[in-house]
T-cell receptor, first 113, second 113 residues
Framework: AQSVTQLDSQVPVFEEAPVELRCNYS??????LFWYVQYPNQGLQLLLK??????LVKGINGFEAEFNKSQTSFHLRKPSVHISDTAEYFC???????????FGTGTRLLVSP | SAVISQKPSRDICQRGTSLTIQCQVD?????MFWYRQQPGQSLTLIAT?????????ESGFVIDKFPISRPNLTFSTLTVSNMSPEDSSIYLC??????????FGQGTRLTVV
């Protein structure tokens, strides 16, 4: 079975500062990795995904994430955040054969002016 | 991608009553998924709804409490039966898994009083 750990429940940051949201996963088989964002009172929106190939993946809204197999990590980064990036961010993993997504507990990004 | 319409977007219900949540997808899909997101927590898969067969429930969820219908390839309903305050959550419909990731409706915010 797979599992996902998001160590930071909340990350406060000032506008235009860089941010990194951490995600570690556990799996004995190959996986696909995802980051989702949930804005207040909305559903989840796919930010980016890692399937294979280049370990650095770019997503929407200027976000990117780097897959590190040796550290079993998939951290999300943005070089300069905006107030509008305030939201809940979820890391998720799926076994390439089992097809069921497993979500982390989420990290609330709070961007202040 | 898929566009998913979910309704109602929110509701306040009396304990002991039932609420049916509807999910409409703009394309035909084999499987639809229902998640629960309790306050401040991550997403938990309730069940997988396949057209033409009974839904498959995850551990801790039963059909009597969360009956699901899947009458065609673009529509599903989830009923939360005999509600108690512990059922207060966001309920999310989604489609897609595996390498494509999942697409979500905007969610139904349920408050049971």
């Amino acid at each position: 079975a797979q599992s996902v750990t998001q160590l930071d429940s909340q990350v406060p940051v000032f506008e235009e500062a860089p941010v990194e949201l951490r995600c570690n996963y556990s799996s004995s088989v190959s996986v696909y990795l995802f980051w989702y964002v949930q804005y207040p009172n909305q559903g989840l929106q796919l930010l980016l995904k890692y399937l294979s190939g280049s370990t650095l993946v770019k997503g929407i809204n200027g976000f990117e994430a780097e897959f590190n197999k040796s550290q079993t990590s998939f951290h999300l980064r943005k070089p300069s955040v905006h107030i509008s990036d305030t939201a809940e961010y979820f890391c998720a993993v799926v076994n390439t054969g089992f097809q069921k997504l497993v979500f982390g507990t989420g990290t609330r990004l709070l961007v202040s002016p | 991608s898929a566009v998913i319409s979910q309704k109602p977007s929110r509701d306040i219900c009396q304990r002991g009553t039932s609420l049916t949540i509807q999910c409409q997808v703009d394309s035909q899909v084999t499987m639809m998924f229902w998640y629960r997101q309790q306050p401040g927590q991550s997403l938990t898969l309730i069940a997988t709804a396949n057209q033409g067969s009974e839904a498959t429930y995850e551990s801790g969820f039963v059909i009597d409490k969360f009956p699901i219908s899947r009458p065609n390839l673009t529509f599903s309903t989830l009923t939360v039966s005999n509600m108690s305050p512990e059922d207060s959550s966001i309920y999310l419909c989604s489609v897609g898994q595996g390498a494509h990731g999942a697409f979500f409706g905007q969610g139904t915010r349920l408050t049971v009083v």
